[in-house]
């Protein structure tokens, strides 16, 4: 009795860890693959924020060479504070135009450089060593809202190899500011756009920035919740000009200002004018004062994903049972027992 007890016993030590297998993957398995269903599928949305009465900016000079960030956006009617450090092994220049909109030639030599600077005038003019660091102080009055002023470094051949930028200057009127990009799938990034004002009419500014190289524009039609048609949007800009119609320049990290007044809630549609964009998905909506709506709901292919792997988390489970049970029962199917040799 006591040899059978003691091989009961090993029988079940070996059985016991398949059975905590099989409860824990039954146990896991299913709520796991049930959820799978739910997971929500929300759409990317810009929301708005209220234009800032101060800026401190840190700004990093490197030797790519390059400035990081390469567009900066301040608020008009303030003093801009720019930390201005050199990251690299070589000297470098922070100088900004004094002179808005307008663009060093790309064909520019290093003495072209100070020409132009010399002609347009400058702001700020910071000369940093490698490893050291300085500051920008600057203030810009309520007139240079929507301005853009373009720094470049002065070092020889560095402006040349992509070391400028834009300072863009937004709305000094109470208003509300959202980023957009643009990309050359022919898509805005986001195409949702949401902002909550106290008041009406709104000054909005859009920062939109191109992520390709193709040329688009931002054109916000000037009725709410109303559906712009693929084959006549031309002629309804016509009757109904557009809230805004900004070209976004043909360039990677190119931006233009959409700066226009929304009148009253609802929901109003934006497109690229440019022929074909639309078309092909080139569309977004911004939804002001009115709650973006619910994202929809899971797709029916998470639904039958969910449920391939509960029947797979079944089976695996049965699996694994049978094989317990069969531990403890012995072999399976048990062994025969030898013939006796009776004399």
């Known amino acids: 009795m006591t040899v059978g007890r003691s091989r009961a016993s090993r029988t079940l030590r070996r059985a016991l860890p398949w059975f905590i297998a099989a409860g824990l993957l039954t146990t896991v398995g299913l709520p796991s693959a049930a959820a799978l269903s739910l997971l929500p599928s929300a759409p990317e949305v810009g929301f708005a924020h209220t234009l800032a009465s101060s800026e401190n900016v840190t700004m990093n000079l490197t030797d790519r060479p390059s400035f990081s960030p390469q567009f900066v956006t301040v608020p008009a009617g303030t003093s801009v504070s720019i930390h201005l450090v050199n990251r690299g092994l070589f000297d470098h220049t922070f100088t900004l135009a004094k002179t808005p909109n307008v663009r060093i030639p790309s064909s520019a030599t290093p003495a072209g450089i100070y020409s132009w600077f010399a002609a347009n005038g400058t702001q700020a003019n910071v000369s940093l060593a490698p490893g050291s660091q300085g500051w920008a102080n600057l203030t ?27 300072l863009n200057v937004s709305s000094s009127a109470p208003s509300i500011s959202l980023s957009e990009n643009t990309t050359d799938s022919l898509a805005f990034v986001p195409n949702v756009l949401s902002a909550s004002p106290t008041h009406y009419p709104v000054v909005v500014a859009v920062l939109v920035r191109n992520e390709g190289t193709f040329g688009h524009t931002f054109t916000m039609a000037p009725q709410s919740n109303v559906s712009l048609s693929y084959t006549n949007y031309s002629g309804y800009f016509v009757a109904h000009p557009a809230l805004v119609n900004a070209a976004v320049p043909p360039l990677p990290g190119g931006t233009v200002w959409a700066n226009f007044t ?61 094989v317990g049970v069969a531990a403890l029962a012995g072999r399976f199917p048990p062994r025969s027992s030898p013939p006796s040799h009776r004399p």
């Open 140 to 166: 810009f009055n309520a007139s240079e809202g929507f301005d853009s002023f373009e720094f470049a470094s002065v070092v020889p051949y560095q402006f040349q190899a992509g070391m400028w930028g834009l």
């Open 262 to 322: 929304v009148p009253r809630p609802g929901v109003y549609e934006y497109i690229c004018t440019i022929s074909g964009h639309f078309q092909n998905g080139m569309y977004g909506f911004f939804y002001v004062g009115v709650p973006v709506p619910a994202p929809p709901a899971a797709p029916s292919t998470a639904i039958v994903d969910g449920w391939v792997l509960v029947g797979s988390t079944i089976l695996l489970g049965v699996g694994v049972i049978f």
